[in-house]
């Protein structure tokens, strides 16, 4: 396998829109909850339980065990799985997976909960690299006829002047580096890396103000440079070490593409990976770490709605808890007992007892006013939305009587309603004006079954 994995980063927050005011858990010292604290509100049991999980992930106590978080809708189930995944740390990975989403007609139920899983196992890697660093002096590129369209001249090559603070070289590079150089925009001043083995073109930034010899002279202050950068020390070929920070989804993609077209010509396909390539990418990232080149971090799963789920599903998701490579799964649902999916069994939350058993659960509890009214506070000025006090009051009451997350949902619409009206603040007036248009669902609900009714008759 080649030593290199050009993959650019992980996607660490995937879908958590509603949930950015969420900066972690809120606890003390002593891991008690303070009422209002990293955009938390109440619901202070549930926050404190999530802090002992925090607990035991980092002693490594959590392996074979999971979290269910049971309560109704819009009690922050999904926030306080959110809140796990910061108080974990900035680059652990964050997936989120509804139960409903595994029902796809291009992918196994099994497969779409494997790529879960291994999109929440972060690996990073670090590795030692021959490149070739300096300050730009002279880039001259070549052109050439294209050989399927003479009209156009493609680049063919260049010659390029490298320079640090001790010694100065000239190299003549290929095509593919000098499309590279004209790609990312290299000008006399920038600092570049050059990657011996890939030639993989890395610009760093503008050289500060240094002394390039007599051949050019840089300007004091360059307006269009964001980036300003120390003229490298030492040789200009070295060894540099880089850290990289993916996933295993995204060293199976990558190793499933391996020889493959298919990926190249079609981007990335949402596709099934063989169980093999999996194992090879296991082995592999088993042998870095073994050598001190790699570090695994388990990310957090959310998997919501996971009644959801079926029979067939849940028992792969227990195995899954077992394995070696396996993520902190957190699981919720708003349902009682509940049959499984796909059998006639009435269970507690629709859920095996042999995952039951292997689950800590956190129940969470509907909100008293005071808390829904700092919730939509914070809310909207994560939002940048004014609310006078009487929208506030409004919204805090509908959040009461049907649910928070539509109450929030409420804030948007109603600021652009203002604002359509010339206004800065939101009014009570906008509110209910937003209100009447749009439905909560027990009012969509209703909304049908009256016409039903209606037609039966
Ligand atoms: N205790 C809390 N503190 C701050 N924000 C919260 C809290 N609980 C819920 N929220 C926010 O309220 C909205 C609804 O909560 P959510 O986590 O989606 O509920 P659930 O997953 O239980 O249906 C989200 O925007 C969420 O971030
Ligand atoms: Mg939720």
Redesign the pocket.
């Known amino acids: 396998m080649a030593s290199i994995v050009p993959i650019e980063s992980v996607k660490k927050f995937e879908r958590v829109g509603?949930?950015t005011?969420?900066r972690g858990l809120g606890l003390d010292e002593k891991g008690r909850a303070l009422p209002v604290a990293d955009?938390?509100?109440?619901?202070r049991e549930a926050r404190e339980a999530a802090g002992f999980i925090v607990k035991l992930i980092k002693e490594g106590k959590m392996a074979g065990r999971g979290v269910l978080m049971v309560?109704p809708?819009?009690?922050?189930?999904?926030?306080i799985a959110v809140a796990i995944a910061r108080e974990l740390g900035e680059d652990v990975p964050f997936m989120i997976l509804s139960g409903s989403e595994v029902y796809s007609t291009e992918m196994k139920k099994t497969e779409v909960l494997m790529q879960a899983m291994r999109k929440a196992m972060g690996v990073r890697l670090r590795e030692w690299r021959k490149v070739y660093e300096g300050v730009v002096t002279k880039i001259d590129i070549k052109t050439a006829p294209s050989p399927y369209n003479p009209y156009q001249y493609i680049p063919s090559g260049a010659v390029i002047t490298l320079k640090t603070k001790k010694e100065s070289n000239t190299f003549r590079v290929g095509a593919e580096i000098a499309e590279q150089l004209i790609a990312r925009g290299v000008e006399v001043g920038d600092v570049i890396w050059i990657d011996a083995e890939t030639g993989r073109v890395t610009k760093v930034g503008r050289a500060r103000g240094a002394d390039l010899g007599s051949e050019v002279k840089l300007e004091e202050y360059d307006i269009t440079a964001r980036r300003y950068v120390e003229v490298p020390d030492g040789r200009i070929e070295k060894e540099k070490e880089f850290v990289y920070t993916m996933t295993l989804h995204d060293l199976d993609e990558y190793y499933a593409q391996r020889g493959g077209l298919i990926g190249l010509i079609f981007g990335r396909v949402e596709r099934e990976i063989s169980p093999d390539v999996r194992q090879q990418v296991d082995e592999q990232v088993k042998k870095w770490v073994d050598e001190g080149r790699a570090e695994i971090i388990p990310g957090v799963l959310f998997i919501?709605d996971v009644h959801m789920l079926d029979i067939e599903a849940l028992s792969f998701l227990s195995r899954a808890l077992e394995s070696e490579f396996s993520p902190i799964i957190i699981l919720?649902t708003n349902r009682g007992m509940t049959t499984i999916r796909g059998t006639d069994i009435v269970s507690p939350h629709g859920l095996p007892l042999d995952l039951l058993d292997r689950l800590l659960i956190i129940p969470?509890r509907p909100y008293k006013a005071e808390e829904i009214k700092e919730?939509l506070k914070?809310?909207a000025r994560e939002e940048k939305v004014k609310l006078s006090d009487e929208a506030l009051e409004r919204l805090t009451e509908i959040g009461e009587k049907t649910s928070?997350?539509y109450a929030?949902q409420l804030i948007t619409p109603a600021a652009i309603r203002a604002k359509s009206e010339g206004r800065e603040v939101v009014s009570r007036e906008d509110v209910e004006s937003v209100t009447r248009l749009f439905l909560d669902v027990t009012q969509s609900v209703q909304h049908i079954r009256e016409y039903e009714e209606k037609f039966l008759k």
Do not use: E
């Open positions: 509603f949930h005011h969420i955009g938390m509100v109440g619901q309560g809708p819009g009690t922050g189930k999904t926030a919501d919720a969470t919730i914070i809310r928070l997350r929030s």
